[in-house]
């Protein structure tokens, strides 16, 4: 009797325990499958939303930009040719200067007392020149006449000949001598604007000084200098080639001036890949400045079909630039691009064909191979 209880007993605890483990496991599977939907509820909730756009093909002026500076198209470092001290100084710092215009007076004494000294040269070698030429006229007649040998008549001739050449050597020494004297006189060489002085009156002007004695500049017509990328090189031959290139700068206020380009530059520079141009402008009422930097904008004809994006489609990364482009799934690809420029507020870029989707904005949060989820949003570049 005892052992029948003890065996239904140990009956009922297995039962109730296959029960509870039954129940254990139902139970389990109903919250795992509650997971799975709330774990799939989230990853939609996670999903990256995204606006997209589409590379659009556009006819657009080439319009090329850069930072350069102007300088002056003539510029010269003013030294004097002999040495002496400044009497006068004939014009003032920062004056617009005329071709010829008198700058400094130097010291002549010296010059003018050899000027005369090689005339006085000159005048005694022409007394001996006309007397031998005298001498030389009678000894022919006598010749003729037979008084004399023919030897005398030589020897006449030779002195006419060696006076001669010591006259021409004495009026070389007056036009040296004329030269030291004009050099003492200073006048400008271009019309332009004089810099700082860098001596006074009683200074003594030396050719080899380490400085000059002024520097002078010309401002109209005035340059722009300025680099482009060597990519940029063939449009702007092309545009050379059909005519005047013009070029633009703009000024701090707004206002715009313009100008054409003059020089391009025979090498393209190795080390980062530019090359140097140089762009002529007007500048009668003197606003633009050497060494002032400004923005230049050349205009290099147009480019027919160019593709656009809106600039801030293109992100940067350690192999260049690259957007982010969508397949069927919505899945983020790289897509490796080429920017040519920017203008007007788009990108120019080669690489990408016309119809991808590409992630617009949330790219910067945006993970390759990652399935992104697209806002409807107006697609920028075809505005």
Same mark, same amino acid.
């Given at each position: ?11 009922? !605890?297995? &039962?109730? +325990? !296959?029960?509870? &483990? ?19 509820? #989230? ?28 300088? +002056? ?24 200067? $005329? ?21 006085? *040269? ?15 006229? $009678? ?29 021409? *050597? ?11 004297? +004009?050099? *003492? ?5 271009? &019309? ?8 006074? !009156? ?6 080899? &000084? ?86 230049? *904008? ?26 982010? #482009? ?39 949060? !945006? ?17």
């Amino acid at each position: 009797m005892i052992r029948q209880r003890h065996l239904l007993k140990l009956a009922i !605890v297995a &039962a109730v +325990a !296959v029960a509870a &483990a039954g129940f254990a496991i139902t139970h389990g599977q109903a919250l795992s499958h509650a997971e799975g939907r709330d774990g799939k509820a #989230t990853a939609q909730k996670a999903a990256l939303v995204v606006t997209v756009t589409t590379p659009v093909a556009r006819d657009l002026p080439i319009r090329l930009s850069a930072q350069g500076h102007l300088v +002056a198209l003539n510029q010269v470092d003013v030294r004097p040719q002999v040495a002496g001290v400044i009497r006068s100084v004939d014009f003032h710092e920062g004056d617009t200067m $005329r071709v010829g215009q008198l700058l400094f007076t130097l010291d002549a004494t010296e010059a003018e007392a050899q000027l005369a000294r090689t005339r006085g *040269t000159a005048a005694n070698v022409q007394a001996q020149l006309d007397d031998a030429v005298r001498v030389l006229k $009678r000894s022919q007649e006598l010749l003729s006449e037979k008084f004399i040998s023919q030897s005398a008549v030589d020897s006449a001739v030779s002195k006419v000949e060696s006076l001669r050449g010591q006259l021409r *050597t004495a009026q070389a020494d007056i036009d040296n001598a004329m030269a030291q004297v +004009a050099h *003492t006189r200073i006048v400008s060489p271009l &019309a332009g604007k004089a810099g700082a002085l860098n001596v006074h !009156v009683g200074s003594l002007a030396q050719p080899a &000084a380490a400085q000059p004695l002024v520097v002078l500049a010309q401002f109209d017509p005035i340059g722009a200098e300025f680099s482009l990328p060597e990519d940029n090189l063939s449009a702007v031959l092309a545009a050379r080639d059909a005519g005047a290139v013009s070029v633009s700068l703009n000024l701090p206020g707004g206002q715009r001036v313009a100008g054409q380009l003059s020089f391009i530059n025979n090498t393209v520079t190795t080390g980062s890949g530019t090359i140097t141009l140089k762009a002529t402008f007007r500048n009668s009422r003197e606003k633009l400045w050497p060494g002032a930097f400004v923005t230049v *904008t050349l205009e290099a004809g147009s480019s027919r079909g160019a593709m656009v994006l809106p600039p801030e489609a293109i992100l940067e990364g350690p192999k260049g630039s690259f957007v982010y #482009t969508l397949d069927a799934s919505n899945r983020a690809l790289v897509h490796p691009v080429k920017v040519l420029r920017i203008q007007e507020r788009q990108a120019v870029i080669e690489g990408l064909g016309a119809g991808a989707r590409v992630v617009l904005q949330g790219n910067q949060s !945006v993970v390759p191979g990652a399935v992104v989820a697209v806002a409807a949003a107006p697609n920028v570049a075809a505005q």
